[in-house]
Protein backbone atom coordinates (compact mmCIF):
# COMPACT_ATOMS: atom_id res chain seq x y z
CA UNK A 1 0.00 0.00 0.00
CA UNK A 2 1.27 3.34 -0.93
CA UNK A 3 0.62 6.38 0.84
CA UNK A 4 0.65 9.87 -0.53
CA UNK A 5 -0.74 13.10 0.83
CA UNK A 6 -1.99 15.86 -2.10
CA UNK A 7 -2.43 18.88 -0.61
CA UNK A 8 -1.52 20.36 2.34
CA UNK A 9 -4.72 22.60 2.80
CA UNK A 10 -6.85 19.29 1.96
CA UNK A 11 -5.21 15.93 3.03
CA UNK A 12 -6.03 12.71 1.85
CA UNK A 13 -4.54 8.96 1.85
CA UNK A 14 -5.46 6.49 -0.85
CA UNK A 15 -3.89 3.21 -1.87
CA UNK A 16 -1.96 2.80 -4.87
CA UNK A 17 -4.16 1.40 -7.78
CA UNK A 18 -1.22 -1.06 -8.86
CA UNK A 19 -0.32 -4.10 -6.43
CA UNK A 20 3.73 -4.58 -5.14
CA UNK A 21 5.61 -7.38 -4.24
CA UNK A 22 7.45 -8.21 -0.78
CA UNK A 23 9.15 -11.29 0.42
CA UNK A 24 11.81 -11.29 2.73
CA UNK A 25 12.58 -13.30 5.94
CA UNK A 26 13.17 -12.36 9.75
CA UNK A 27 15.44 -14.30 12.19
CA UNK A 28 16.40 -14.06 16.22
CA UNK A 29 18.91 -15.37 18.16
CA UNK A 30 19.83 -15.06 21.93
CA UNK A 31 23.08 -15.83 23.09
CA UNK A 32 23.22 -16.34 27.07
CA UNK A 33 26.18 -16.47 29.40
CA UNK A 34 26.40 -17.13 32.76
CA UNK A 35 22.54 -16.11 33.14
CA UNK A 36 23.30 -12.72 33.56
CA UNK A 37 24.80 -11.62 29.86
CA UNK A 38 22.29 -11.86 27.39
CA UNK A 39 22.92 -10.85 23.73
CA UNK A 40 19.68 -11.04 21.48
CA UNK A 41 20.20 -9.86 17.75
CA UNK A 42 17.57 -9.70 15.21
CA UNK A 43 17.41 -9.01 11.39
CA UNK A 44 15.18 -8.31 8.65
CA UNK A 45 15.76 -8.84 5.11
CA UNK A 46 12.90 -7.26 2.82
CA UNK A 47 12.65 -7.24 -0.96
CA UNK A 48 9.79 -5.21 -1.86
CA UNK A 49 9.23 -4.52 -5.64
CA UNK A 50 6.30 -2.82 -7.83
CA UNK A 51 5.28 -2.21 -11.17
CA UNK A 52 3.84 1.27 -10.96
CA UNK A 53 7.13 3.67 -10.61
CA UNK A 54 8.89 4.61 -13.57
CA UNK A 55 12.88 3.92 -13.55
CA UNK A 56 12.98 2.40 -9.87
CA UNK A 57 11.42 -1.17 -8.79
CA UNK A 58 11.78 -0.67 -5.30
CA UNK A 59 9.48 0.24 -2.93
CA UNK A 60 10.03 3.69 -1.32
CA UNK A 61 11.19 4.05 2.20
CA UNK A 62 11.67 0.67 3.07
CA UNK A 63 15.20 -0.68 3.76
CA UNK A 64 16.46 -4.18 2.50
CA UNK A 65 18.48 -4.85 5.74
CA UNK A 66 17.62 -4.08 9.08
CA UNK A 67 19.47 -5.26 12.24
CA UNK A 68 18.38 -4.87 15.96
CA UNK A 69 20.84 -5.80 18.56
CA UNK A 70 20.94 -5.80 22.67
CA UNK A 71 23.14 -6.01 24.92
CA UNK A 72 21.29 -6.77 28.52
CA UNK A 73 23.24 -7.69 32.07
CA UNK A 74 21.25 -8.35 34.65
CA UNK A 75 21.43 -9.33 38.20
CA UNK A 76 17.69 -10.36 39.09
CA UNK A 77 15.99 -8.15 41.63
CA UNK A 78 19.12 -5.89 41.86
CA UNK A 79 20.17 -3.97 38.36
CA UNK A 80 20.13 -4.25 34.82
CA UNK A 81 22.08 -2.26 32.18
CA UNK A 82 20.85 -2.43 28.30
CA UNK A 83 22.86 -0.95 25.21
CA UNK A 84 21.14 -1.08 22.11
CA UNK A 85 21.96 -0.88 18.56
CA UNK A 86 19.02 -0.60 15.38
CA UNK A 87 20.91 0.15 11.81
CA UNK A 88 19.08 0.81 8.86
CA UNK A 89 20.30 0.01 5.22
CA UNK A 90 20.01 2.39 2.25
CA UNK A 91 16.24 3.06 0.90
CA UNK A 92 14.81 4.78 -2.06
CA UNK A 93 13.01 7.71 -1.75
CA UNK A 94 9.50 8.62 -3.84
CA UNK A 95 11.82 10.51 -5.99
CA UNK A 96 13.60 7.68 -7.11
CA UNK A 97 17.23 9.05 -5.03
CA UNK A 98 18.82 6.65 -1.92
CA UNK A 99 19.14 7.44 1.60
CA UNK A 100 22.09 6.59 3.68
CA UNK A 101 22.10 3.82 5.69
CA UNK A 102 22.50 4.59 9.46
CA UNK A 103 22.73 3.19 12.87
CA UNK A 104 20.93 4.38 15.66
CA UNK A 105 22.41 3.77 19.80
CA UNK A 106 20.38 3.43 23.05
CA UNK A 107 21.26 2.54 27.32
CA UNK A 108 19.34 2.05 29.70
CA UNK A 109 20.01 1.46 33.76
CA UNK A 110 17.92 -0.22 36.33
CA UNK A 111 18.40 0.02 39.94
CA UNK A 112 15.97 -2.10 42.13
CA UNK A 113 15.28 -1.44 45.80
CA UNK A 114 12.81 -4.28 47.59
CA UNK A 115 9.68 -4.00 45.28
CA UNK A 116 10.67 -0.15 43.68
CA UNK A 117 12.77 0.08 41.06
CA UNK A 118 14.35 3.28 39.45
CA UNK A 119 15.28 3.48 35.80
CA UNK A 120 16.77 6.31 33.34
CA UNK A 121 16.82 5.66 29.47
CA UNK A 122 18.92 7.78 27.10
CA UNK A 123 17.53 7.00 23.81
CA UNK A 124 19.16 7.68 20.25
CA UNK A 125 22.45 9.31 22.28
CA UNK A 126 24.10 9.53 19.04
CA UNK A 127 21.67 11.80 17.96
CA UNK A 128 20.84 10.12 14.40
CA UNK A 129 18.17 12.12 12.73
CA UNK A 130 17.03 13.05 9.46
CA UNK A 131 17.64 16.59 9.63
CA UNK A 132 21.43 15.46 10.40
CA UNK A 133 21.19 14.55 6.52
CA UNK A 134 19.26 17.35 5.07
CA UNK A 135 15.54 19.18 6.61
CA UNK A 136 11.73 17.62 6.15
CA UNK A 137 10.93 21.44 5.69
CA UNK A 138 11.67 22.97 2.66
CA UNK A 139 11.52 26.96 1.81
CA UNK A 140 9.32 29.28 0.74
CA UNK A 141 8.04 28.64 4.77
CA UNK A 142 4.22 30.57 3.64
CA UNK A 143 4.44 27.56 0.65
CA UNK A 144 7.01 25.15 2.45
CA UNK A 145 7.05 21.63 0.66
CA UNK A 146 8.13 18.29 2.87
CA UNK A 147 10.85 15.32 2.37
CA UNK A 148 9.82 11.99 2.43
CA UNK A 149 10.57 10.83 6.59
CA UNK A 150 13.20 7.94 6.36
CA UNK A 151 15.01 8.28 9.41
CA UNK A 152 14.44 9.61 13.01
CA UNK A 153 13.19 12.95 13.37
CA UNK A 154 13.80 14.10 17.04
CA UNK A 155 16.91 13.92 18.62
CA UNK A 156 18.85 12.39 21.86
CA UNK A 157 16.26 12.09 24.39
CA UNK A 158 16.38 11.41 28.06
CA UNK A 159 13.55 10.04 30.60
CA UNK A 160 13.30 8.25 34.14
CA UNK A 161 11.29 6.92 36.26
CA UNK A 162 10.12 4.91 39.09
CA UNK A 163 8.30 1.50 38.85
Do not use: H
Not at 46 to 61: E, V
Not at 85 to 105: E, I, V
Not at 113 to 138: G, M, P
Not at 149 to 158: D, L
Amino acid sequence: MLLEVAQLTDPFFYNASKSFRSSGFKTNVKLIFKEALKLFACYTFTYATTNYLSGNIFLPLVPKNKLNLALVFKRENKFKVDLEGYFADRQYLCNGNKTPSFWKFGFMAEKTFNKVALFINFENFTAQRQSNYKRVVNPPYNDPTFDDIWNYTEGFIVNGGIK
